[in-house]
C-alpha cells in the first residue's frame, strides 16, 4: 500500500500498487507529504494536448491510474482486471479517492468533483506518474475527466466506464447519487444513510460502508451537480485518445454522435450492467487493452 498527502490538514490518499516495467521518476508512495501548495483551482483550456501516454518515462508503457466510483473502491473493482493477461505488464495504481476504500476520510473537505481531481493528481504527482492512462468508472469517470482538463500533464489517454457526464436530479427513494442527494446533509447523516444502505444491496454497501458519511454525501450531491461546463461538455474538448465503455443494453448514450463525431470512441459491451469490469471482465480487459494499444 503507498499513500501521499493530498490536503494541507494531512489527509492522505491511498493506492494499491501493481510494480511493472514502467518506474517512475521518483520514489512512490512513501509517508513523507508532497508539498503544501495545492492546485490553483483555475481550469485549463479548452484543447490543450497532453502527452500520448502509450510509453511512460522511462520507456516502458505508460502506467495506467484506476479509479472507482461513487462508494466503491479500487481494489475490489479493478485488480481483477488491472492483471488480467490483455492489461497486466505495467505499472497500476489502484486509487482510492479520499474519502473511500483505504484513503483517510477528512469532514472537512468539499468533495467536490474539482477537488477530487486535484487531491488525485496531488497522489499523481507523488507517484511519479505523468502522462498517465486514467481508467475511470462511473463518478471515477467524471474526476478523470476534470483531472485531464485541470492537470494535462498527468494524463495520456482516458477510458471511461459508464461515467457519469451530465448532471442528474435528485430523486428521493433511487439508489446511488440521485438517490443520496436527495436528502440534505443533515438528513444523510442522521438516518439517510441506513435507508441508502437498504436500498444499494450488499454488494454495492461492502464497499460503501468503508466511505466517511460526509464524503458519500457530498461527493454524491456534487456528481448530481456536476461541473461548470459540463464534463460531457469538458470531454468533448480534450485532445487526447478517449473511450467511452458502455453497457449495449442500455442503448445508445444521450448525444452518443456527438461524442463520436468529436473523436470519442465509443464502445458498447454486451452481458453487463453498470459494473463493466465486473460482469464482463473479458471484454472489459479486450475493450480496455484496445484502447490502449501502443
Not at 27 to 37: H, N, V
Request: with cysteine; aromatic share 4%.
Amino acid at each position: 500500500m503507498h499513500d501521499a498527502q493530498v490536503t494541507d490538514g494531512g489527509a492522505r490518499i491511498r493506492w494499491v500498487e501493481l510494480p511493472g516495467a514502467a518506474a517512475p521518476s521518483e520514489a512512490a508512495g512513501t509517508t513523507g507529504a508532497i508539498g503544501a501548495t495545492g492546485a490553483t483551482g483555475v481550469v485549463a483550456p479548452a484543447g490543450v494536448v497532453a502527452p500520448a501516454g502509450a510509453v511512460g518515462e522511462t520507456g516502458g508503457r505508460a502506467d495506467r491510474v484506476y479509479l472507482h466510483g461513487l462508494g466503491a473502491s479500487s481494489g475490489p473493482y479493478f485488480a481483477a482486471s488491472a492483471t488480467h493477461p490483455l492489461l497486466a505488464g505495467g505499472r497500476s495504481l489502484l486509487v482510492d479517492l479520499l474519502g473511500f476504500g483505504i484513503s483517510d476520510r477528512p469532514t472537512d473537505f468539499g468533495y467536490t468533483l474539482e477537488e477530487h481531481a486535484d487531491a488525485v493528481a496531488k497522489a499523481m504527482e507523488a507517484a511519479g506518474a505523468h502522462g498517465a492512462d486514467v481508467i475511470g468508472h462511473s463518478m471515477g469517470g467524471a474526476v478523470a475527466v476534470v483531472l485531464a482538463v485541470r492537470h494535462p500533464g498527468l494524463v495520456g489517454r482516458l477510458v471511461l466506464v459508464d461515467a457519469t457526464l451530465d448532471p442528474v436530479v435528485p430523486v428521493r427513494g433511487r439508489p446511488g447519487s440521485s438517490g443520496i442527494a436527495a436528502y440534505t446533509e443533515e438528513e444523510f447523516l442522521a438516518g439517510g444513510l441506513a435507508e441508502t444502505r437498504e436500498r444499494v444491496g450488499p454488494l454495492w454497501w461492502a464497499t460503501m460502508r468503508l466511505a466517511g458519511p460526509e464524503a458519500l454525501y457530498r461527493s454524491a450531491a456534487h456528481r448530481s451537480r456536476g461541473t461548470t461546463p459540463t464534463m460531457r461538455e469538458l470531454l468533448l474538448d480534450l485532445r487526447i485518445p478517449r473511450t467511452f465503455l458502455r453497457p449495449s443494453a442500455d442503448g445508445p448514450l444521450s448525444g452518443e454522435a456527438a461524442l463520436v463525431e468529436h473523436g470519442v470512441r465509443v464502445v458498447a459491451v454486451p452481458d453487463c450492467g453498470h459494473n463493466i469490469m465486473l460482469d464482463n471482465p473479458e471484454a472489459f480487459a479486450r475493450e480496455t487493452a484496445a484502447a490502449l494499444a501502443p
